[in-house]
């Protein structure tokens, strides 16, 4: 995977450190709290602080978090 051309590793992260990262840009910029998120992506109220803890999650719910996270932004843009 890559980000603005270069991979994760060039830019000094890991693919683990990138989802955090979009996972934490996604509850900034939405003003979510972390639990709501959680339940709502993926029906766990612990995952955000799971993850933030280190947990790392299957690839299944990256899919869902970021099919999550492009639907709540689509939702947004509409309401804009």
Same mark, same amino acid.
């Given at each position: %995977?890559?980000?603005?051309? %270069?991979?994760?590793?060039?830019?000094? %992260?890991?693919?683990?450190?990138?989802? &955090?990262? #979009? +996972?934490?840009?996604? !509850? @900034?910029?939405?003003? %979510?709290?972390?639990?709501?998120?959680?339940? =709502?992506?993926?029906? #766990?109220?612990?995952? +955000?602080?799971? &993850?933030?803890?280190?947990?790392?999650?299957? !690839?299944?719910? +990256?899919?869902?978090?970021? =099919?999550?996270?492009?639907?709540?932004?689509?939702?947004? @843009?509409?309401?804009?």
């Amino acid at each position: %995977m890559h980000f603005n051309g %270069m991979s994760f590793k060039a830019r000094g %992260m890991t693919h683990s450190e990138r989802f &955090i990262a #979009d +996972v934490e840009a996604f !509850l @900034k910029r939405s003003g %979510m709290s972390a639990s709501r998120f959680s339940w =709502e992506a993926v029906k #766990d109220p612990n995952f +955000v602080a799971n &993850i933030r803890a280190g947990r790392a999650p299957s !690839l299944r719910l +990256v899919d869902r978090v970021h =099919e999550f996270i492009s639907a709540q932004d689509d939702l947004s @843009k509409r309401r804009a």
